[in-house]
């Protein structure tokens, strides 16, 4: 007799129960971590765990109409899916969409490319380009914004 018990001495839950348990774990701290990153943003708690409330939206087509009952409710800044923040603020605006605003564009900018091969101003993602850009194309802007706003 050993002294020692075997490994199939102890009940141990079947392969398929294990990968469960695991992958539910991995799910919810997945989910915690995004809650606690963005917690201090206003918005439905549903929306702070998951990304259906804006999916049912989306499909109902009424998106917009809820993005506005949104703003409406819980101010310029709303939370409107785990990862995703909404703004209706025009000087938090211009301070994200700055190359001095510290925030990185997010792939859903690779999306807005109208010619597949090159970056517009608005689809280039990364931020020494798009400050190289912005002066080459800041004179004309300036001289057009004279123009039609003088």
Same mark, same amino acid.
């Given at each position: ?78 939370? *409107? ?5 909404? *703004? ?7 301070? *994200? ?43 004309? *802007? ?9």
């Amino acid at each position: 007799m050993a002294l020692l018990p075997t490994l199939s001495e102890y009940h141990l839950p079947s392969t398929p129960i294990l990968t469960i348990l695991i992958l539910t774990l991995a799910t919810i701290t997945h989910l915690y971590k995004n809650y606690l990153k963005l917690r201090h943003i206003p918005g439905p708690f549903l929306n702070a765990i998951s990304p259906l409330p804006i999916t049912y939206h989306t499909l109902k087509k009424d998106m917009n109409e809820y993005l506005y009952g949104l703003h409406r409710r819980y101010g310029p800044l709303v939370r *409107v899916n785990p990862t995703t923040v909404l *703004v209706c603020d025009a000087e938090t605006l211009r301070y *994200v969409f700055s190359t001095k605003g510290g925030f990185r564009k997010s792939e859903w900018f690779e999306f807005t490319k109208w010619d597949p091969d090159r970056y517009s101003s608005i689809s280039m993602r990364d931020d020494e380009a798009r400050k190289e850009r912005k002066a080459l194309l800041a004179p004309a *802007v300036c001289i057009l914004f004279f123009f039609f706003f003088s």
